[in-house]
């Protein structure tokens, strides 16, 4: 099916451009916090990957967001619609994955200093996750047909 400017890969690509700046920041403090580990000569806790980890999740969200917007065979009409409700649904997406990564890096951080605090440190991601589901739900509610 083509689209022309009605496709909506613009979701997706805008939430994976989130996903890897979150996963990047998060990723820089885990190997930071795990060469003050070998410096310590401490055990270098592995944990640290699920806050390395979480902002890959919204990349899904933007995934499906862009199929239901294609799947959708709206009118040729509606492309401007469709394109700004993915740009602008995928920039919310990505921008609580970079922040879910930003928290993930002080979470990291705070837990291979500490050895405490997993539990709290994985609320808070998951409490930033949660801006993205929502996005994703309500604009998926908002998709006519």
Do not use: C, H
């Not at 890897?20 to 055990?43: C, E, H, I, Q, Y």
């Not at 592995?46 to 902002?55: K, Q």
């Not at 930033?128 to 604009?139: N, Y």
Request: without cysteine.
């Amino acid at each position: 099916m083509v689209q022309g400017l009605g496709d909506m890969s613009i979701s997706l690509a805008v939430a994976a451009i989130g996903s890897a700046l979150g996963t990047g920041v998060a990723g820089m403090a885990a190997v930071g916090a795990w060469k003050r580990a070998f410096m310590l000569n401490k055990a270098a806790p592995f944990i640290l990957v699920a806050f390395v980890g979480a902002p890959l999740s919204q990349t899904i969200y933007g995934m499906i967001l862009r199929n239901a917007i294609q799947s959708a065979n709206l009118p040729p009409e509606s492309y401007i619609y469709q394109m700004l409700l993915g740009l602008f649904a995928g920039l919310a997406i990505g921008l609580s994955a970079f922040m879910q990564g930003k928290a993930g890096a002080k979470a990291a951080d705070a837990l291979a200093e500490t050895g405490k605090g997993f539990g709290n440190y994985i609320m808070v991601v998951g409490v930033i996750e949660t801006v993205a589901l929502f996005v994703m739900v309500f604009t998926l509610t908002a998709i006519p047909g």
